[in-house]
């Protein structure tokens, strides 16, 4: 009996033993968890702290960003390399041209736009490239249906001489007609204006400078591009465009100048009229592009070189099969001396394909058959992009 009551007070204090260990333990994990729970508030605090900071300097950063000088400028730009291989002449590749847009919104009715081209990569003394200004103006919204422009602007004329950008058309090269009697890329500077009386129909004005062509009457020779350019005599353009049935897009141009050698020594003052009138009609994938230019130039100078006259005219249909490939065909005339007797009118035959790696970057190629005053052949291939 004696050793039942031993072994029972042993185990009893043993029990207790453990139950007062098991309870100092408690105790102190209840106090770790405390000590925890507090770190764990104070971080949770100063997380709170560093949301607020950070919200409140990303609104400031917003805030500033609106505020910003740069909030309304946007830049762009385009680009084409060119591979040429002809018969009568050695193959050829060139940067053709590499532009940058810059513009900028002062307010919802005032803008200013610019492009900055290279062409052929390199420019300076005794190279093959030139730098060039191609457009600064600002633009001013008088209201609703009218707009006014000043500074250097391109010519409201032909299909690419306002859009020019490589996948907006077909084709390594630009056409002929537009580049030699038209001729694009054309630019002066002056006033404009634009006014839409009705939705679809746009008639655009502008004084501007002129072209200055020497003794020789080449119209794309002419072109001063704003560069201390000879101002004595100006050039009036006057443009009606009507785009108010779907996939149609009809234009008509018109251009005066008193003098377009500008008052040269020993030339004869010539005054000059361009007339310019072209179609774009498109049924879902099926795009026809056709244009008709013709320079009227008096005086007995231009009309002994057979340069009184400069006529050209296209037909283009073009198919594109989806977002990536689309096909053309063009058929061209042209002539710097269309008031002479003499064979020397320019012909052209092409037909290409554009490749689109993204809607705004393409491949192209193309072949192209010359006849009537020139004889050769050869193909062009191409890549261009725009942003």
């Not at 007062?20 to 209840?30: C, G, M, P, V």
């Not at 939705?199 to 002129?210: K, Q, W």
């Not at 020993?266 to 179609?279: K, P, Q, R, Y």
């Not at 230019?293 to 099969?321: H, M, N």
Request: net charge negative; charged share 25%; aromatic share 12%.
């Amino acid at each position: 009996m004696m050793k039942k009551t031993l072994i029972a007070s042993v185990l009893v204090g043993l029990f207790a033993s453990n139950t007062a260990i098991a309870n100092q333990e408690t105790d102190e994990l209840r106090k770790v968890i405390a000590q925890q729970q507090q770190v764990l508030e104070s971080l949770e605090k100063r997380l709170d702290e560093t949301d607020q900071k950070l919200n409140a300097t990303a609104d400031q950063v917003e805030i500033t960003a609106e505020n910003s000088a740069f909030s309304n400028t946007t830049i762009g730009g385009y680009g084409e390399l060119h591979y040429n291989n002809y018969e009568d002449s050695d193959a050829k590749v060139d940067f053709h041209r590499f532009v940058l847009f810059f513009g900028h919104e002062f307010s919802d009715t005032v803008r200013f736009f610019s492009e900055f081209e290279l062409e052929h990569s390199i420019a300076g003394d005794g190279k093959a490239g030139e730098v060039e200004l191609e457009q600064a103006y600002v633009e001013v919204d008088i209201n609703e249906e009218v707009s006014s422009k000043v500074g250097l602007f391109l010519i409201p004329v032909g299909i690419i001489n306002e859009t020019h950008e490589p996948p907006t058309f077909y084709g390594v090269e630009r056409n002929g007609v537009e580049k030699n009697i038209i001729p694009a890329t054309w630019w002066e500077a002056g006033v404009a204006f634009n006014y839409k009386p009705t939705g679809g129909l746009s008639i655009d004005g502008a004084a501007t400078s002129g072209l200055s062509v020497g003794d020789d009457y080449k119209i794309r020779g002419g072109r001063q591009k704003v560069a201390k350019a000879t101002a004595e005599n100006l050039a009036y353009t006057g443009r009606v465009k009507y785009t108010a049935i779907t996939g149609l897009e009809l234009a008509a141009t018109v251009q005066y100048q008193t003098d377009i050698t500008q008052g040269k020594d020993g030339v004869d003052v010539a005054d000059a009229t361009l007339l310019e009138a072209h179609v774009i009609y498109q049924v879902q994938d099926f795009t026809v592009r056709a244009l008709y230019a013709r320079w009227d130039i008096d005086g007995d100078e231009a009309k002994a070189l057979g340069r009184d006259e400069q006529t050209g005219w296209y037909v283009e249909p073009s198919y594109k099969f989806n977002e990536k490939v689309g096909v053309f065909a063009r058929y061209s005339e042209y002539d710097n001396n269309a008031g002479n007797s003499d064979s020397t009118t320019v012909e052209s035959t092409s037909v290409g394909v554009n490749y689109y790696i993204h809607e705004n970057v393409v491949l192209k190629a193309d072949y192209e058959n010359l006849g009537g005053s020139k004889d050769s052949s050869g193909f062009n291939l191409g890549f261009g992009y725009q942003f």
